[in-house]
Every structure is written in structure tokens, then in C-alpha cells.
């Protein structure tokens, strides 16, 4: 497995067995996908998909059935290979007795940093994150964008090559999240590798670079942002009051049209193709009706999701 990926996953399948009935549930079903070193990643999928599943592998809380997991180009299996890693999980739990300061020196002894490093450590990572104030507040007092802040500190404590952040703005004022993002955005650059698992569906086009989908443990996509979000056409709009738009030229722009529709005294046509657009133009210029606009449009990172994991 070459180290020039931060994490691969090979066939991977893990099958949870009831022990009634012996019913089976495949979480994941032979995943393979790799992440290159310093990119911004989004693992996606549906309440389901395995997305969990894939993390605890990763983190081997979990045993695989089947296949393996690499970081670095190690097995992930091996102690040595989750030493890089940085991890904030969903929903977790600091005993609210610690300050911000004792809770980032606690988990930085238990990543082996010695207490000269961790004291350097510690006011760098408060004032990343916003927090420089509040190293000697006790957490019980910190809110819960500030609870996600300093778990994010804490995950960066011994400075990972891979940070893995499982729904970090989840429950997140907008405030919060946008904080989290500039975190996040001072990391590009500097080598670490951001595995990000979210429902956050423009979070995640705002930040990741790639993306894999999962839908019923199985990968339905993987690819670049940007190349998956390419051009999906064209949306023409022109007036429909103060001139109401002819029912004539109406259907002719609809007869080509990908769909269309009515808001605010403007009607609006979306066209698959630049030609459709300009013919479409052309209509307007023979029926003398003004055009109001012409603009490209984009594929959303929502709407390649829902195609995705609906078949569409």
C-alpha cells in the first residue's frame, strides 16, 4: 500500500450478525476507495450507509469481516499506523470537572507527548481555535460550539498527519460553523490530511477537494468536487410582467427547456446545453421580448447526492 495515500480501504466488508434468527446486516460491502496525502475528504452517504462502520474499521474499534484499511501504508490494524491520526468523534463527552487547558494536557499525555511539548502545545491550540481565554474555564461552562471547538484542539494536540472529524458542526449554531471552517481552512496547506463525515452537505462542497458517497455499505460515487459539481447548463430568465410573456414564445421555450418556472413577475428556463440557450435567445429576439438574464449554473453537491442515492 503506498504511503503517498493517507488512507485506503480494500474490499472492505463487515457483516454484523443477530443472535436471534440469525439475521445478517452487511454495514459494508466490499469498499474500496483511497484518499490521497493532504487532501480535504468527505465521507457521504445516508443514515445507513456504513459511514460509521467505516471509521471504527479505520480506527479498529471495529473488525473487518473482510478486506483491510491502511494509513500511511500501514495496516491500520497495527498500533504504530493510528499514531498519525487526529480524531474527534460525533457526540462526545468530556468530564465537564477539566478546563479547556487540563482536558488539552490530559489528552496530549495520553498520546505520549512529554510536558514540556504538551505546555508549548496547549496556549497554540487555544488560540487556533478561538479559546486563548478560556484555558482555565471549566468545560461545564463552554457552549456546545465551544465544546466542539476544543475537541477539535484536542484532536490536533499531538499534530496528526490524518485528522478524522466524524459530523464536527453538527447541533452547531451558524456562527459556530463558520468558525469550525476557518479551523479548518488555516490546516490546507500544511501537509494534514482532513477525513470529514457529514451530513453537511455545503460544508462539505465549501471545503473538501474529493468526496465518496456510500449508499447501502456499497461506494455509488467517488470523484473531485469540482469535476462532479460541473456545468449542468444554462438558465435563461426574462420578464413575465410589464410585457407578460407571450403564451406563444412560453411554449416554445419550454418545448426545449430541462424545466421551467414563475416567481416574482419573472419566468425562468433551464437549457441542458449552451446551443438550447441561444436558440432560445433568438426566440425571445423574433418575438421582441426582452431577456432579463443569462447565466451558467452548476450541479450542487446536494443534488449529485440526492441522484445518487435515489437512482435518479
Known amino acids: 500500500m503506498a504511503e503517498s495515500y493517507a ?7 463487515k457483516i454484523y450478525r443477530s443472535s436471534f434468527g440469525g439475521r445478517e446486516v452487511r454495514a459494508l460491502d466490499g469498499v474500496s476507495f483511497q484518499v490521497p496525502a493532504g487532501t480535504t ?29 491502511w494509513v500511511f501504508g500501514r495496516d491500520s490494524r497495527e498500533t504504530e499506523a493510528r499514531r498519525p491520526i487526529g480524531y474527534l468523534p460525533e457526540n462526545h463527552r ?9 482536558m488539552l494536557d490530559l489528552y496530549g499525555s495520553l498520546s505520549g ?48 498527519r490524518l485528522l478524522i472529524l466524524d459530523e464536527p458542526t453538527d ?17 490546507e496547506g500544511t501537509g494534514v490530511t482532513v477525513f470529514l463525515n457529514s ?12 468526496v465518496a458517497i456510500l449508499h447501502k455499505g456499497k461506494v455509488a460515487l467517488t470523484g473531485n468536487v469540482r469535476e462532479l459539481t460541473t456545468d449542468k447548463g444554462y438558465r435563461l430568465t426574462v420578464p413575465n ?28 428556463f433551464q437549457f441542458p446545453t449552451r446551443e438550447a440557450a441561444n436558440e432560445a435567445i433568438d426566440a425571445c429576439r423574433e418575438a421582441r421580448h426582452p431577456v432579463e438574464g443569462l447565466e451558467p449554473t452548476r450541479s450542487t453537491l446536494e443534488e449529485i447526492f440526492i441522484r445518487t442515492v435515489e437512482g435518479k
Open 41 to 69: 475528504f468527505g465521507l457521504l452517504g445516508p443514515n445507513g450507509a456504513g459511514k460509521t462502520t467505516f471509521v471504527k474499521s479505520l480506527l479498529a474499534s471495529v473488525r473487518p469481516t473482510a478486506g483491510s484499511t
Open 171 to 187: 447541533g452547531v449554531d451558524p456562527v459556530g460553523r463558520i468558525e469550525i471552517r476557518r479551523i479548518l481552512q488555516r490546516l
Open 241 to 268: 410582467e410589464g410585457p407578460a410573456l407571450p403564451e406563444t414564445l412560453r411554449t416554445r421555450l419550454e418545448s426545449s427547456a430541462a424545466n421551467a418556472g414563475h416567481r416574482n413577475g419573472v419566468a425562468s
Open 94 to 102: 468530556f468530564p465537564t470537572y477539566f478546563t479547556g487547558a487540563g
Open 7 to 13: 488512507v485506503e480501504a480494500r474490499d472492505l466488508v
Open 113 to 160: 507527548m512529554d510536558s514540556a511539548a504538551r505546555k508549548r502545545r496547549i496556549p497554540e491550540l487555544l488560540e487556533l481555535v478561538g479559546l486563548k481565554d478560556w484555558g482555565s474555564v471549566r468545560l461545564g461552562k463552554y457552549s456546545k460550539g465551544m465544546l466542539q471547538r476544543v475537541g477539535l484542539a484536542q484532536a490536533l494536540m499531538h499534530q496528526p
Open 199 to 210: 451530513h453537511q452537505l455545503g460544508e462539505v462542497e465549501m471545503y473538501c477537494s474529493k
